[in-house]
């Protein structure tokens, strides 16, 4: 199983967008458990953060389409980054076992930014623009959604 390191990420960044205080960097971990350490801006990006849990349903069914999402459209500048929710990181690390991610994929130990994004349910999505701004909230993930999902993110790709 890979598991993506994320040095370059910046969740203070994203937060800060949420007009929500800073992160910091002990508050986030890759899944084997080393620390996001390096916070650097990610303007030019557009950004879609998932708060995810390996017991939620959805979640399963969104994984495959983030996958596709960050393979679509990476070199077009999407980053995807999944925050694990799991109170026990072996319960991320099954689930992710048996629906792969090959995007960024972050634990966040103590729900400390769950909780400074006031998630109202899982899954939640951010999709932050190439300026920082959040542009898009969703709860929830269903199939007929995806269409309106996707052109969101075109529409962001497509801005200056």
């Known amino acids: 199983m890979q598991y993506w390191k994320i040095s370059g990420l910046l969740i203070g960044f994203l937060l800060s967008c949420l007009t929500v205080s800073s992160v910091s960097a002990t508050e986030l971990s890759d899944l084997p458990g080393s620390p996001v350490s390096t916070m650097q801006q990610l303007n030019g990006k557009v950004v879609l953060v998932d708060f995810w849990a390996s017991w939620c349903a959805p979640c399963r069914k969104s994984f495959p389409w983030l996958n596709t999402m960050h393979q679509q459209y990476a070199e077009d500048g999407l980053l995807v980054l999944a925050v694990n929710e799991d109170s026990d990181r072996a319960q991320a690390s099954r689930f992710l076992q048996q629906v792969p991610a090959q995007f960024a994929v972050l634990y966040d130990s103590n729900g400390t930014v769950a909780e400074k994004f006031q998630l109202p349910g899982m899954p939640s999505s951010f999709l932050i623009d190439k300026k920082g701004q959040v542009r898009y ?8 959604d995806i269409a ?8 962001l790709l497509a801005e200056e």
């Not at 309106?148 to 529409?155: F, L, P, S, T, W």
Request: proline share 0%; glycine share 6%; hydrophobic share 30%.
């Open 137 to 144: 909230r969703h709860i929830g993930f269903k199939q007929a």
């Open 148 to 155: 309106d999902y996707e052109a969101k993110i075109r529409q």
